[in-house]
């Protein structure tokens, strides 16, 4: 019997010892999280296996640090050793204490600063035991590959004056966004293509001012600028640099010693190109409010990858519509941010007013239509909603039913761990026509929902927009966003069109589309930056009501991610869209659930000791039957 327990006791290892050699041939990671989000996305493993060059990875956040802090560094190690499985022999891992060395460790830290276009140090805010220390963190690193080396900021910077604490959702947010960084710089060594991204100006659209925070997150993967489809013609604007000198000479005969720009003073002798360029500029301005001195550029979008428009509020001529329709008829992607509808906030201001809702004349309704989008002249009150700081500077209204928390319930992937979208008196959308088109839903209000059309708008009485008092309760999910992907059918097609356009040999007019997208969104303010009572831009994330509060430093809404996902889907870069939505999102308990808090207590804490017991108890029973026979 003992010799036969043997014998099975060998077999059993040498199966084990032949499974442990094959697999030694063979390299594979499993990652069972449900969001596999430890695991490295299929990009950025071949990025890493397909090294051409030696990498080398300079880590800054490195030292003895409180338990908070050491979650970032523990954090940033996990994924970096992920990264050096995958990147083998061409990668290498440095990491560097900046405050190793007390006597050089100002010399080493003006090096990794770079003048400010390096890693720039974050401050952290420590309170224990009532208890509060100012903590100096390098939450960075450096990739280099040859000569040339890119610095990533892995964590916002602060000043010493201004430190800022570190919670769980500051954590998961540094620890879900390494690899993100990483690549983005890694594209940036090996000098990947970058595409063009124009946000369209001309028509009262958003300005670079209003949307500098989704600015600042295109620039670092793409080619931004704004773009004119109408532009002053030569002959006018030489008329204007004419001008422009004409007017300094002038200043230069009459004696004047000095000239004010912006309020501020410029002497006249010295400065030649400033002043006859501001002189310039002023004629400009003038010029352009003539329609008569201004030409379409039929080849304005020719190097456009993806054009944005944002909230256009003044209206398009028809040359321009017939570009923007034969971009897309060329296989131009656009995504539309429209508002059907403008409220001035700002009259609110002043005691005993009225804001109105008043329809924008951009006459963009039809146009779009024959794309197989309605955009409907409504606004949209949501039961799901969120705050809005008074203009009169009178508090908080908590439940602003104009400002809708938008959804997706599919589960798209544009939406995956992204937070609610925050609307602005957005309007609803529907589905036309019957082209072969694939039509997705992207963006939804909740059932609870109403539909405004002419609407006097106040802070009081808001009773009379929530949609559970009032009627006209549409009890749908309403459409908000859309994107078509296909085959379009040109808007002019059928149409005469404007002798000079037909005549110009750069015209190839096309009546059906290479194949492309189009993203439809009734919210022209999606990616508006709120502005602060300090006047600084409130980030897309958090709620503007929240300012200068505990809760201002909890994440609330997901614009800013839902619109990089769309810009990626748009330029078909899907990989950047699953590694943006590796997400450590808190597993919260239901609220429903708390008051079922003892049944829980016992579930996690007594009820692993009884089944210890119980199988100790069986396994000993066992033992002794064994025994007796």
Not at 74 to 101: A, H, P, R
Not at 219 to 247: C, M, S
Not at 394 to 415: A, D, T
């Amino acid at each position: 019997m003992k010799s036969y327990n043997y014998i099975q006791l060998s077999l059993l290892l040498l199966i084990l010892l032949v499974i442990n050699y094959l697999i030694s041939f063979s390299f594979f990671r499993i990652d069972l999280s449900e969001d596999k989000i430890y695991e490295l996305s299929p990009y950025t493993k071949d990025k890493l296996e397909n090294l051409d060059d030696y990498l080398k990875i300079d880590v800054y956040l490195v030292g003895d640090f409180p338990v908070e802090i050491e979650k970032l560094e523990n954090g940033l190690l996990e994924k970096l050793q992920e990264i050096k499985v995958y990147g083998g022999q061409n990668l290498d891992l440095s990491f560097i204490n900046l405050n190793e060395d007390l006597e050089l460790a100002e010399d080493y830290k003006k090096q990794v600063f770079d003048n400010g276009n390096g890693i720039k140090p974050a401050y952290i805010d420590i309170i224990k035991d009532d208890k509060r220390e100012i903590i100096e963190i390098w939450p960075g690193i450096t990739l280099q590959m040859g000569d040339y080396s890119i610095p990533v900021q892995l964590l916002s910077p602060s000043t010493r004056d201004n430190p800022y604490p570190i919670n769980q959702a500051v954590t998961n947010y540094f620890t879900d966004h390494i690899e993100e960084n990483i690549v983005v710089a890694l594209d940036k060594l090996l000098k990947t293509e970058k595409k063009n991204i124009d946000f369209l100006q001309g028509h009262g659209e958003l300005s670079v001012f209003d949307q500098r925070e989704i600015w600042f997150y295109l620039q670092k993967n793409f080619i931004v600028d704004t773009l004119n489809i109408k532009e002053l013609k030569t002959g006018i604007y030489n008329k204007a640099v004419d001008f422009g000198l004409l007017g300094f000479d002038s200043l230069l005969k009459n004696g004047v010693d000095s000239f004010s720009i912006n309020n501020t003073v410029v002497p006249v002798q010295e400065n030649k190109r400033i002043i006859s360029s501001y002189l310039k500029n002023k004629w400009l301005n003038i010029f352009k409010k003539d329609p008569n001195n201004l030409i379409e550029r039929l080849d304005a979008l020719d190097e456009t990858d993806l054009l944005i428009i944002s909230k256009p509020r003044t209206t398009f001529t028809i040359k321009e519509k017939y570009v923007l329709d034969q971009y897309v008829m060329n296989g131009g992607e656009v995504i539309w941010l429209i508002d059907m509808m403008d409220v001035n906030e700002s009259i609110l201001a002043q005691k005993n007013r009225l804001a109105y809702n008043v329809v924008l004349d951009h006459e963009l309704q039809s146009f779009l239509f024959k794309y197989g989008v309605r955009f409907n002249k409504d606004m949209i009150c949501d039961d799901q909603c969120c705050p809005v700081v008074r203009e009169d500077n009178l508090g908080i209204v908590s439940k602003w039913f104009f400002y809708p928390m938008l959804k997706n319930y599919n589960n798209h992937i544009l939406m995956k761990n992204v937070l609610p979208i925050k609307g602005r008196y957005v309007c609803s959308l529907d589905t036309v026509g019957e082209e072969k088109l694939k039509r997705t839903i992207i963006l939804q209000t909740s059932l609870q929902n109403k539909l405004m059309r002419q609407s006097r708008i106040q802070y009081q009485n808001t009773q009379n927009y929530d949609p559970k008092l009032t009627g006209n309760q549409i009890k749908n999910k309403l459409n908000v966003g859309l994107l078509y992907e296909g085959i379009f059918q040109s808007n002019f097609k059928n149409r005469r069109i404007a002798n000079d356009f037909i005549k110009n040999p750069n015209i190839h007019f096309k009546k059906e589309s290479d194949p492309t997208k189009m993203a439809f969104i009734g919210d022209g303010d999606l990616i508006r930056n709120d502005i602060s009572a300090e006047k600084t831009p409130v980030p897309l994330m958090f709620e503007k009501s929240n300012y200068n509060t505990p809760y201002y430093e909890m994440p609330t809404y997901g614009n800013a991610t839902f619109f990089l996902n769309l810009v990626d889907k748009m330029l078909s870069r899907d990989d950047f869209i699953a590694l943006r939505s590796k997400m450590n999102p808190p597993r919260l308990m239901k609220k429903d659930e708390m008051a079922n808090k003892i049944k829980w207590q016992i579930i996690n804490i007594a009820l692993p000791i009884l089944l210890v017991l119980l199988f100790g108890f069986f396994n000993q029973y066992i033992r002794k039957l064994k025994h007796e026979s």
